[in-house]
């Protein structure tokens, strides 16, 4: 787990999101990372080169402004049925 309340390190910079990728030892544009604001998560995320999943069950009004590619989910569920059978 990554956050920092820094200016210029804070979301939207994808400084937390590529720290944990880097962190796990992952490619940053083989992760997809989830969160519930698209000027904050959504863009780190887009900024990070990752997959932005955008969950909507506190914020639902935050899908009106979710840019296109963004997948959005509205239960934790929907997350595991978009990945089942991958790798």
């Known amino acids: 787990m990554q956050w920092t309340g ?25 992760c997809a990372y989830v969160g519930n604001y698209v000027d904050a998560d959504v863009k780190a995320s ?14 639902p009004k935050e899908c009106e402004i979710a840019p296109e590619g963004t997948l959005v989910i509205d239960r934790l569920d929907d997350l595991a049925d978009m990945f089942q059978g991958l790798p």
């Open 6 to 30: 820094v200016p210029g390190y804070a979301k939207p910079s994808p400084f937390t999101l590529l720290k944990a990728s880097g962190e796990i030892g992952i490619n940053p544009q083989l």
């Open 46 to 59: 887009l900024n990070a080169e990752m997959l932005p999943i955008l969950a909507i069950w506190a914020n």
